[in-house]
């Protein structure tokens, strides 16, 4: 089984995190960086316009960022409460085929979610992560020279009435949930360790990955040198 870099960096700004994915993508190519890695982390308030995006997806921006970027799909909303996975794989390690990938995370996800007890499936027609008709986790990836950045992102607690800003992925009429609303559960620490962990566990058995996951000061350390060496 292959090493991941499991990185739970915490709340970290879109822009400074859209610069980690950029640099480590590029290490991998490379060569500077290793092997694998996943970026677990949460956003301040933003909304991302993917490669597919229409503007009239935006319907309110008053107060918060909206950012372009190079993802494929539509517009969504990334803020707290939200467990966001920016996995920077070297796909001529695994399989060349962005059609697998795709499938592949969803099936991470919804693995994830029966761990924690939520019956989870695709939609057919539909990228992402959909339980009793409503989406729970959305999927925009990119791609170079077969290293992937870009990911997913699960709503745990997450606001949800923040996705009246916008379509999200362009879907009318979608209906937007959380872990936290599935299982009847509040906000709070436990709730976002046991996704976390549920999440890293998903991914390493479909992935078939061996995660390398430090918490605080030495997660923190780790980051760092990982940075590094893909800014060296």
């Known amino acids: 089984m292959k090493p991941l870099d499991v990185i739970d960096a915490g709340v970290v700004p879109y822009a400074e995190a859209l610069t980690w994915q950029r640099a480590l993508a590029q290490a991998r190519i490379d060569g500077r960086q290793p092997h694998d890695v996943l970026l677990l982390l949460e956003h301040p308030p933003v909304v991302t316009l993917g490669r597919t995006s229409h503007a009239a997806h935006v319907l309110r921006s008053d107060d918060i960022d909206v950012v372009e970027v190079e993802r494929g799909g539509d517009v969504t909303f990334h803020g707290p409460g939200q467990l966001v996975g920016y996995p920077i794989l070297d796909l001529s390690g695994y399989r060349q085929d962005l059609?697998?990938?795709?499938?592949?995370?969803?099936?991470?996800?919804?693995?994830?979610?029966?761990?924690?007890?939520?019956?989870?499936?695709?939609?057919?027609?539909?990228?992402?992560?959909?339980?009793?008709?409503?989406?729970?986790?959305?999927?925009?990836?990119?791609?170079?020279?077969w290293v992937t950045?870009?990911?997913?992102?699960?709503?745990?607690?997450?606001?949800?009435?923040?996705?009246?800003?916008?379509?999200?992925?362009?879907?009318?009429?979608?209906?937007?949930?959380?872990?936290?609303?599935?299982r009847g559960a509040g906000s709070g620490e436990q709730l976002w360790r046991e996704s976390v962990d549920a999440v890293v566990q998903g991914f390493s058995g479909v992935f078939r990955v061996e995660p390398i996951l430090k918490d605080g000061p030495n997660n923190a350390l780790r980051l760092g040198a990982v940075l590094d060496r893909a800014q060296a």
């Open 99 to 145: 059609h697998w990938y795709l499938r592949t995370l969803e099936q991470a996800l919804i693995e994830a979610l029966g761990i924690l007890g939520i019956a989870a499936e695709r939609n057919a027609g539909y990228t992402g992560v959909w339980t009793r008709g409503k989406k729970i986790a959305s999927l925009g990836v990119h791609v170079k020279q």
């Open 149 to 182: 950045w870009h990911g997913f992102a699960l709503n745990v607690t997450t606001d949800l009435s923040q996705f009246d800003r916008i379509v999200p992925c362009g879907i009318p009429n979608v209906e937007m949930t959380s872990i936290a609303r599935e």
